[in-house]
Nanobody, 121 residues
Framework: VQLQASGGGLVQAGDSLRLSCAAS????????MGWFRQAPGKERELIAG????????YYAGSVKGRFTISRDNAKNTAYLQMNSLRPEDTARYYC???????????????WGQGTLVTVSS
């Protein structure tokens, strides 16, 4: 499956942003989807995941209550709605897919190219 992330940009603290991840090449509903981010000098971390038919979601503690992951299997697209953005949310955001069922588990097998989110204070 090929993944294309989009929707990043420069925003101010407190703003909202929605990232999209368009999938192609395989049956989208066969894959659990996740959003990762990597800030400068830090390791890539899983921040949100959603199972194939939206039955289960996962959120890292740093984004829980502010970010919402969703998916539309008819449109082959996953989303990450980010509210109340903070400067520490500045990172490159990647969408990824895995064949396993659990969104919090590893590994993720397929990766998009990433989209940059910058939050100014």
């Amino acid at each position: 499956v090929q993944l294309q992330a989009s929707g990043g940009g420069l925003v101010q603290a407190g703003d909202s942003l929605r990232l999209s991840c368009a999938a192609s090449g395989r049956t989208f509903s066969d894959y659990t989807m996740g959003w990762f981010r990597q800030a400068p000098g830090k390791e890539r971390e899983l921040i949100a995941g959603i199972s194939r038919f939206r039955g289960a979601t996962y959120y890292a503690g740093s984004v829980k209550g502010r970010f919402t992951i969703s998916r539309d299997n008819a449109k082959n697209t996953a989303y990450l709605q980010m509210n109340s953005l903070r400067p520490e949310d500045t990172a490159r955001y990647y969408c990824a897919a895995r064949r396993g069922r659990r969104p919090e588990a590893m590994p993720y097998d397929y990766w998009g190219q990433g989209t940059l989110v910058t939050v100014s204070s």
